[in-house]
C-alpha cells in the first residue's frame, strides 16, 4: 500500500512511524513534512491545504491512500477533493470537519444528539457579550467561533480581562465570540476511528494545553500527553462510546454529512459525568505520539478499513501492555513569539524513546527549528513512572538553544494521583 500522509508535525511522523511497522505498507510520502519524517518517507514541498496540488501529488505518485493530519485541510475540503479523484482518504469531509471549524455548529450536533456539553450562547456584539459575562459566574470561557490552533480560547476569573478578550475576538470581521458555562473535573482526549457508522474508540490519553508547569502560563497546542489514564475508571471509555461518540457519529449520518475519520472528543471529567470540551476532526497533538506508540494493530489496514466503509470488518484494536508519556520541547519565546533557526541536536537516547520532529527542517545538513513545538520527545515502557523518567533522559539529550519544556507531564499520575469528582 502506497500511503501519502499531510502535514509536518509531530502528530504526522508518529503515524508515519506506526505506519513504517505495518508491513503492508510498501510507501510512504508526506507533504509537507519535517526533518524527522525526511527519515521514514520521502517528503514533497506540497502544500497539504490546496485540494488540487494534492490531488496532482496524489495522481503522480499512485497513492492507494491518504491520511489527513491538520485540520486546515480538511476544513479546505481536500478530503473531498482527494476521493472525488477515485482515491480513499482518512479524513471528513469539509461539511463533516466543521465539527472541529465551527464551535456553534459542535453545538448544535450535541443537541441533537442529546450529549452533555457546557451550555453555551453565541454572541455577534461585544456589548451583549460584555453584558452576559458581567452576569455570569466566574471562571469565564470565551472561544472564538472558528479554528483558532488552540489560542481561541480564554479561561480565567477576572472579569474585565475575559471582556477585553471576547472584545478581540468580536472585533475580527465575522466571527462570534461564544461564552460558555465553565466545566470542573479532569480532562480526557478520546479518539476514536469512525467509517461513517462503525465506531472503535483508541485508548483514553491526557494533554497538558498550558505552557508552563502547574499550569501556568498561556494555552498551547499542546505542552506533553500521556497514555492510559490509570486514575479513569474502567468504564468510562465505553460510556463516553455510549453517550457521546456513537450518538454524534449517529447524528452526523442523519444530516447526510457522516463522518469519516478521527473523530476526537476533548471531554472533562465532571461530577454529573463526561461532558464534551470540545470536538476536534483530526488525531490530537501531542497525544497521538503516546497513543499510537502503544498500538500493536497494523494502523495502515485500520485506516483503509476505516476510510472505505469497512471498519466493522476490523477486529478489536490490539494495545502494548505499559504506558506511554511525551514531552514537548518549544523554541524559545513559544507560544507569543517562538524564535526560529536555531541548530537542534539529539544524542544517544535510551531504549523505548523517539524524538519526533514537529518544527524543523534541513539546512546545509543541519537541522534547524522553525519555530513552534520543535521535537515531542516519546518513551514507552512498562509503567507510566518509568515512561516518564525515560522521556525525560530523551529530552536531556535533546539540543536547542533556548528550548523550553514542562517538567511536570504525567508526574501527578505516575505518583497515583487524580480522580474524577
Ligand atoms: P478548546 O480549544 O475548546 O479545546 O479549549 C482549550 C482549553 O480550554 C481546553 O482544553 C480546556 O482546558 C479549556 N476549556 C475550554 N472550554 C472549557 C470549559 N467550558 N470549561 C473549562 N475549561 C474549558
Ligand atoms: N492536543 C490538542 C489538540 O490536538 O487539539
Request: aromatic residues 8%; without cysteine; negative net charge.
Given at each position: 500500500m502506497k500511503i501519502l500522509v499531510l502535514g509536518g508535525g509531530a502528530r504526522e511522523h508518529a503515524l508515519l512511524l506506526a505506519l513504517s511497522?505495518?508491513?503492508?505498507?510498501t510507501s510512504l510520502t508526506c507533504a509537507p513534512g519535517n526533518a524527522g519524517t525526511a527519515a521514514l518517507a520521502d517528503n514533497c514541498a506540497v502544500d497539504p491545504a490546496d485540494p488540487a496540488a494534492v490531488v496532482a501529488l496524489v495522481a503522480e505518485i499512485g497513492a492507494d491512500l491518504v491520511v489527513v493530519g491538520p485540520e486546515v485541510p480538511l476544513v479546505a475540503g481536500v478530503a473531498d477533493a482527494v476521493r472525488a479523484a477515485g482515491t480513499a482518504c482518512f479524513g471528513p469531509s469539509a461539511e463533516a470537519a466543521r465539527i472541529e471549524g465551527s464551535k456553534s455548529f459542535a453545538k448544535q450536533v450535541m443537541a441533537a444528539a442529546g450529549v452533555a456539553t457546557a451550555a453555551a450562547q453565541v454572541f455577534s456584539s461585544a456589548q451583549q457579550c460584555a453584558e452576559h459575562l458581567r452576569a455570569a459566574p466566574a471562571p469565564y470561557v470565551v472561544k472564538a467561533d472558528g479554528l483558532a490552533a488552540g489560542k481561541g480560547v480564554h479561561v480565567g476569573s477576572d472579569l474585565p480581562t475575559a471582556v477585553a478578550f471576547a472584545r478581540d475576538v468580536l472585533a475580527e470581521p465575522g466571527t462570534t465570540a461564544v461564552i460558555e458555562a465553565y466545566l470542573d473535573g479532569p480532562e480526557v482526549s478520546l479518539f476514536a476511528l469512525s467509517d461513517g457508522t462503525t465506531v472503535v474508540p483508541l485508548l483514553p490519553a491526557q494533554d497538558?494545553?498550558?505552557?508552563?508547569?502547574?499550569?501556568?502560563?498561556p494555552n498551547t497546542g499542546g505542552m506533553g500527553a500521556y497514555a492510559p489514564?490509570?486514575?479513569?475508571?474502567?468504564d468510562a471509555v465505553a460510556r463516553i462510546e455510549r453517550e457521546v461518540l456513537q450518538p454524534v457519529v449517529e447524528e452526523m449520518a442523519r444530516r447526510g454529512t457522516p463522518f469519516q475519520g478521527l473523530l476526537y472528543a476533548g471531554l472533562a471529567m465532571t461530577s454529573t459525568g463526561p461532558q464534551v470540551i470540545e470536538f476536534n476532526c483530526r488525531f490530537g497533538d501531542p497525544e497521538t505520539q503516546v497513543v499510537l506508540a502503544l498500538?500493536?494493530?497494523?494502523?495502515a489496514g485500520v485506516l483503509l478499513a476505516c476510510a472505505t466503509g469497512?471498519?466493522?470488518?476490523?477486529?478489536p484494536l490490539r494495545w502494548r501492555d505499559g504506558a506511554a508519556v511525551t514531552v514537548v520541547v518549544a523554541?524559545?519565546?513559544?507560544?507569543?513569539a517562538p524564535v526560529t533557526g536555531d541548530p537542534l541536536t539529539v544524542g544517544p537516547l535510551p531504549e523505548g524513546v523517539a524524538v519526533l520532529h514537529a518544527g524543523t527542517r534541513v539546512e546545509s545538513g543541519a537541522v534547524l527549528s522553525t519555530g513552534g513545538r520543535v521535537v515531542s520527545v516519546t518513551a514507552v515502557a512498562a509503567s507510566l513512572s518509568t515512561a516518564r523518567d525515560l522521556a525525560y533522559e530523551g529530552v536531556a539529550a535533546v539540543g536547542l538553544r533556548g528550548g523550553h519544556w514542562r517538567t511536570d507531564i504525567a508526574t501527578a499520575a505516575a505518583a497515583g494521583e487524580g480522580a474524577v469528582p
Open positions: 511497522r505495518d508491513p503492508a505498507v497538558f494545553k498550558r505552557v508552563g508547569d502547574g499550569d501556568a502560563g489514564l490509570p486514575w479513569l475508571p474502567a498500538l500493536e494493530t497494523p494502523l469497512r471498519l466493522g470488518d476490523v477486529g523554541a524559545e519565546g513559544y507560544p507569543a
